[in-house]
C-alpha cells in the first residue's frame, strides 16, 4: 500500500482532502491525523473491522482498548450510558481539549474498539482538523496514538510516516502538535473519579471543577504489582530502543553522575545519549546531548519529550542517561505527566546521584 502524506496548510483550502479522508473512514480505511496532544491513528469506531485494523496497524495487544474521538456534545451518549454530572463539568471546563473520560459503553461501540471492556474512552480534541476528520468520517473516530506499539508517540507527520508507511493510506500532516504527550484519562465510570493516566489536564485543574480526584494506585509505583486500570499504562510504552536511566539529585550532582556514568560507558565503545534541559546541556562532557527544553517552561520539555526519544532510536544510542523532571506536588503539574512518561521509557530505572 503507497501511504500518501498531505499537507494541510489552511483548513478552509483543504475540503477536498479532508473529503477524501473522510470518506476512507467511512470505507472502514486507517487516516493519520493531528490532534493537539499527538498524531492519531483513525478509524470508524462504530465498526468492529475498522477498529480490527488499528490492531494490526500498530501490532497492539489485543486487550488494549482504543479512545473514541467525538467532534460536538450530542454524539457523547450515542457511545457513553450513565453519564454522570461531574462528566457535563468536565466537557464544560476542558472539552475540546487534551482530556479523555471513561464511561459505560453503549450497545452501538462494538467490543473491538474497546478491547473486550464495557467501558469505553471518549474524547472531543480542539484540534481542526481533528474536528473536520471526525465530522467528515462520520462522527465517531477510534485513534490510538499513530505510533508503531512501543515506539514514542508521534508529534509530526513525519514520525507517523516512520511507522506508518506501507501500512495506511493517508497522512494527514497538521506541522507538529502543540502539547506533545497524550490526553489526561479520567474514569467516571466508578463511584470516584480517577485520574488513569496524567497529561496536560493536572490534578489541580481537574480538582478545580469537580472536587476531589483519585490517582490510579497502578500509576504510581514501579513494581507494586497494582495493575493499572488503563490496559496500556501496563505495558513498557514510549520506549526507546536504549536502555534508559533516569538520575535524580540537586542538579550539580546529576550533570556530574551523568558525566561519570557516560564517560565510562562511551569508554566501553557505546554510544550515549544524554536527554537533557537548556539550563544544564553545556555541562557535559561526553555523549550525544539532545536538549528537550528549559526547566523554567513544562509546555517546552513537554512538546519535546517524543521528538528527543526518537533522535536517539535514529541516533542507534545504546544508552541513554536523562535528568528528572520529578519534584514537589507533582500530579498537579505538568512536570508529573513528563515523569509518568519518562519512567514508563525507563521501565522505572532510576538511579540517585
Ligand atoms: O491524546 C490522546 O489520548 C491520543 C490522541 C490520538 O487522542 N490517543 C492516545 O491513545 O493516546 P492510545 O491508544 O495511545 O492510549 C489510550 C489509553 C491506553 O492506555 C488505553 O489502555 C486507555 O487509554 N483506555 C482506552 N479505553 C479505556 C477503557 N475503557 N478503560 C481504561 N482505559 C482505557
Ligand atoms: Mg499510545
Known sequence: MKTE??????????????????RLIS???????PTETVYGLGADALSAGASARIYAAKGRPGDNPLIVHIADMESLPVVAAKIPA????????????????????TARVPEQTTGGMDTVAVRMPSDKIAQALIRAGGGFIAAPSANTSGRPSPTTAAHVLEDM?????LILDGGPVQIGLESTIVDLSTG????????YITRAMLHNVIGPIEIDPGLIAA????????????YRHYAPRAQMTIVEGAPRCVTAAINRLACVEEAAGCRVGILATTENAGSYLCGTVRCIGSRGNEEELAAGLYRVLREFDDLKVDVIFSESFAGENEADR??????NRLLKAAGHHVIQA
Not at 461531574?86 to 459503553?105: E, H, Q, R, S
Not at 508507511?165 to 493510506?169: A, H, K, L, T
Not at 513494581?223 to 501496563?234: E, N, R, V, W
Not at 505538568?334 to 515523569?339: E, R, S, V
Open 5 to 22: 502524506v498531505v499537507k494541510i496548510e489552511n483548513i478552509e483550502d483543504a475540503k477536498e482532502t479532508l473529503a477524501y479522508a473522510g
Open 86 to 105: 461531574a462528566a457535563y463539568a468536565l466537557a464544560d471546563a476542558f472539552w475540546p481539549g487534551p482530556l479523555t473520560m471513561i464511561f459505560k459503553k
Open 27 to 33: 470505507e472502514g480505511a486507517l487516516v493519520a491525523f
Open 165 to 169: 508507511d506501507g501500512r495506511i493510506p
Open 223 to 234: 513494581d507494586s504489582g497494582i495493575k493499572p486500570k488503563a490496559p496500556g499504562m501496563k
Open 334 to 339: 505538568l512536570g508529573g505527566a513528563i515523569m
Open 192 to 199: 470516584t473519579p480517577t485520574i488513569l493516566r496524567p497529561g
